[in-house]
């Protein structure tokens, strides 16, 4: 695998990509500004307000149960309150980060990479895994796209520009001899909100898409589109990971123990999840209800829920990886990439995680 290259400036749409990594540099502290209270609330006058920021996807469950239970709250006491920022996709949680306005996320592996790479290695660390799997391609049904190849000529949605499923989206069209029509080639990549993939598929305006659950499942159930691929079985041991933890180095440094409370609850919530399937389901759906104001139907969330994997460990090997992938998604170039900064695992085996026992 090549570890070499250097981001292009096309994750991040916003300008002043220098100036929002010399704030995220800049502020060591705790927010000052309230965003989204997190779930239930917790003790009375806390000193500080700790930011987190997430998805309304259930490759998020861990956040989503964390909020909804108040465990992050539960952890870190009387030492700082949480309040949470909500985000489509990882470029403008990233963005967020950078600004100084996220201490604390989960996201995607490619945003991650991005920002890290972006700010020579300055901007963030990776803490931790939080889901391996959950995305997929799926298709209309009145088409005959039965696999990658055939995406020849097609329009496909993804999240956004610099995200994880659009980095695997234009990794796996070079794997299969296709390009994006921006590069010469022949196949439409549209960024589209995950929300707003439904009517475009029922008006026929688009043909695919390469999204995360609950939404692939949801295209299929509301829309009659057919899973083409799940894109665990593109990976070695159907393993990869989709979301992980992050927090802004600056953070880390200055407020190591809150970082730490925030991980004994992520591991408490990932542990609850998987020894309570049924329970997670219908805590994870009635955030998703409190966040986008539709619960999910059962059977969506059952099928949805079968094709996730919630985990703590980072899978180092899978978030490296993406580096190749980003350099044939064209977003890297071939130069010379040092991740030995991007991880950083000490507060994860401080908060009773032993990553040598994944065996990864």
């Known amino acids: 695998m090549r570890k070499s290259g250097r981001w292009k400036t096309l994750a991040l749409p916003v300008a002043g990509v220098a100036l929002l990594a010399g704030l995220a540099f800049g502020f060591g502290g705790f927010g000052q500004n309230a965003a989204t209270p997190a779930g239930p609330a917790g003790p009375a006058g806390p000193r500080a307000r700790l930011r987190l920021a997430y998805f309304p996807n259930l490759t998020h469950a861990p956040a989503l149960v964390g909020v909804g239970q108040g465990r992050f709250q539960q952890e870190l006491g009387r030492s700082a309150g949480v309040d949470t920022r909500v985000f489509n996709a990882g470029p403008e949680e990233m963005e967020a980060l950078l600004a100084g306005e996220v201490d604390l996320g989960y996201v995607g592996p490619s945003p991650a990479l991005n920002t890290y790479v972006k700010s020579g290695g300055r901007a963030l660390r990776i803490l931790a895994g939080a889901c391996s799997g959950g995305a997929s391609l799926v298709a209309r049904a009145d088409t005959n796209i039965t ?31 296709l390009r994006p029509k921006e590069k010469g080639g022949s196949v439409q990549i549209l960024p589209v909100k995950n929300p707003d993939v439904l009517p475009l598929f029922l008006k026929k305006e688009i043909d695919a898409a390469w999204v995360p659950e609950p939404w692939a499942t949801r295209l299929i159930e509301e829309a009659g589109a057919r899973r083409v691929i799940d894109e665990r079985d593109l990976w070695r041991e159907r393993r990869f990971a989709t979301t992980v933890v992050v927090a802004r180095a600056a953070f880390l440094r200055d407020h190591r123990p809150e970082v730490q409370a925030v991980l004994r609850a992520h591991l408490r919530a990932v542990d609850w999840l998987r020894q309570h399937p049924s329970e997670a389901q219908v805590v994870a759906n009635q955030e998703l209800k409190r966040l986008t104001g539709k619960a999910l139907p059962d059977a969506v969330l059952r099928e949805a829920w079968g094709r996730l994997d919630f985990t703590p460990d980072p899978n180092r090997a899978s978030i490296e990886a993406f580096v190749q992938a980003a350099q044939d998604a064209g977003y890297l170039q071939e130069r010379s990439v040092d991740l030995a900064a991007l991880f950083d695992l000490d507060p994860l085996r401080d908060a009773g995680f032993h990553l040598a026992s994944t065996g990864r």
């Open 147 to 177: 696999g990658i190849r055939d995406l020849d000529g097609r329009r496909v949605a993804d999240p956004q520009l610099g995200g994880t499923q659009d980095v695997s989206l234009r990794h796996f069209l070079a794997a299969n001899g």
